[in-house]
C-alpha cells in the first residue's frame, strides 16, 4: 500500500487492534478449523506486532513479511487500512449464517490495546503527569510451577532483577480452584520455605513477596477462611466464575473485599477478549466500597484481559481508590504484560503515588500490614441503600 493511499482514509492510533478484530470476524466465519485457526493465528500475529501496520510496507507499497500472516490477510489488511472496514470479511460473515455471533463477539472487544499500541503510550509526551515505565518497582500478580504457572521461584526472582524490579510478589492459586493447581495450604507452607531461602540469598537486592490469588465465590466468600489468608503477605481476591450472567454482582464484589486481608481485588470483571464481558457490577459503589476499606483495585496486563480497562480505571480514580498493576505473567516471558496494564493507567491518568507497585517496599509492606490487621468487618450499609447517595 502506497503512502498516499494510507493517508486517504483516518487511521486510527490502535490501527493493529483494528485489523486483529476484522481477522478473528474472519476467522469465526470459516467453516474449516484450519482456516480459523490461521486467521486466529494472523490476529495474533498482528496483535503482538511492536509497530503500527501502516509502518510495515516498504517503498514498492508491499508488505514487510510476517510470520503468520499469508495473502489472505495481507487482503484483509489492506482493505482495513485503505477503508477502515473489510468488504472480504464482510462476505465471508453474510455467507457463514454467523453474523449474530460474531457481532456479538466483536462487542467484547473495546477497549483492548494492541502491543504496539502499549509501546506507543508509554512514550506518549503528553501524558507526563501519569505514571511512567520507570516508577514501577515490582509486579504483583504472576504464577508459579506451584499452581498452573511454568517458573520456578528462582527463575521468577533471576527474572525480575533483570528487570531491576525492587520486590515481586508470587501469587499462586489457593487450594478451592483446583482447575488452576491451586495450592494446598501444606504446598504453601512448603512453598513459604523456599521463598524465605530466596530472599535470604537476595538480601538488600530484591524482595520475593508470597501471595494468593484467592477465588471469591458466588455469594462474595473466598476460598480461604480467615486464618489461612493471614498466612499470606498479600491476597489478591479475584473471580473466576459466574463471568457470563447478565445480573447485578455488586453484592459479591463487595462482601469480598469486606473479609478481612484482602488487599486488591485483582481482575474484577474476568473479562477475556471476543468472549466474555465479565462481571457485571455497578462499578460507582464497588469503587468506593474499595477507596473506603483500602484495598486496591487491579489492572491486568495480560493482553486477553486489561481488566480494569483505562475507562473504569479512571473511573476508579475519581473515587479515590488506589491501584495494582500487574502482570499475571504464567511465564518469565509474560512479565512485559505488566507494561499493558502501566498503559491502561495513563490512558486513565493515574499518578505514581495512587499505584501499590510504585511505593518503596517500605510502604508497600507497611499498607500490606495495615489490611492484614483488620480483624472484623466493619458495619456497612447494604449496596442497594448507598445506591441512592
Request: glycine fraction near 6%; aromatic fraction near 6%; include cysteine.
Amino acid at each position: 500500500m502506497a503512502r498516499a493511499e494510507a493517508a486517504a482514509h483516518p487511521i486510527p492510533s490502535d490501527v493493529n487492534a483494528l485489523v486483529a478484530s476484522w481477522l478473528r470476524d474472519l476467522a469465526f466465519a470459516q467453516s474449516s478449523d484450519q482456516k480459523m485457526f490461521g486467521y486466529k493465528r494472523a490476529a495474533a500475529a498482528v496483535l503482538a506486532l511492536e509497530r503500527p501496520l501502516t509502518e510495515l510496507f516498504d517503498a514498492n507499497g508491499a508488505l514487510v513479511r510476517i510470520a503468520g500472516i499469508g495473502p489472505g490477510s495481507t487482503r484483509v489488511i489492506r482493505e482495513v487500512l485503505e477503508s477502515g472496514h473489510s468488504p472480504t470479511v464482510e462476505l465471508a460473515i453474510d455467507q457463514s449464517n454467523r453474523r449474530s455471533d460474531i457481532e456479538r463477539r466483536r462487542s467484547l472487544r473495546d477497549h483492548f490495546l494492541s502491543r504496539a499500541e502499549v509501546l506507543r503510550v508509554l512514550r506518549d509526551p503528553s501524558l507526563q503527569t501519569t505514571v511512567a515505565p520507570d516508577d514501577y518497582h515490582g509486579d504483583l500478580q504472576m504464577h508459579s510451577e506451584w499452581s498452573d504457572g511454568a517458573a520456578t521461584l528462582a527463575e521468577i526472582a533471576e527474572a525480575c532483577i533483570e528487570r531491576r524490579y525492587a520486590f515481586t510478589a508470587v501469587t499462586d492459586h489457593s487450594h478451592g480452584l483446583k482447575i488452576a493447581g491451586g495450592m494446598t495450604m501444606s504446598e504453601a507452607a512448603d512453598q513459604r520455605d523456599a521463598i524465605e531461602r530466596l530472599n535470604a540469598e537476595y538480601r538488600g537486592e530484591f524482595r520475593l513477596l508470597q501471595g494468593i490469588e484467592a477465588n471469591i465465590a458466588a455469594d462474595g466468600r473466598l476460598d480461604l477462611s480467615e486464618a489461612e489468608a493471614a498466612q499470606f503477605e498479600l491476597v489478591l481476591a479475584a473471580p473466576h466464575s459466574v463471568l457470563r450472567k447478565t445480573e447485578d454482582q455488586t453484592a459479591r464484589l463487595v462482601t469480598a473485599m469486606a473479609q478481612p486481608n484482602v488487599h486488591v481485588l485483582a481482575h474484577p470483571r474476568g473479562r477475556i477478549s471476543g468472549s466474555r464481558a465479565g462481571v457485571m457490577a455497578e462499578w460507582p459503589l464497588v469503587f468506593a466500597e474499595a477507596a473506603e476499606r483500602g484495598v486496591a483495585i487491579e489492572i491486568d496486563g495480560d493482553p486477553a484481559r486489561q481488566d480494569l480497562d483505562y475507562t473504569l480505571a479512571a473511573g476508579a480514580l475519581a473515587a479515590s481508590c488506589i491501584f495494582a498493576l500487574d502482570s499475571d505473567a504464567h511465564s518469565t516471558g509474560q512479565l512485559s504484560y505488566a507494561e499493558t496494564a502501566i498503559a491502561h493507567a495513563r490512558l486513565a491518568g493515574i499518578p505514581a503515588a495512587r499505584i501499590v507497585n510504585c511505593w518503596p517496599l517500605e510502604r508497600l509492606l507497611s499498607w500490606l500490614s495495615m489490611r492484614s490487621r483488620e480483624a472484623v468487618p466493619r458495619p456497612r450499609r447494604s449496596p442497594s441503600r448507598r445506591a441512592g447517595r
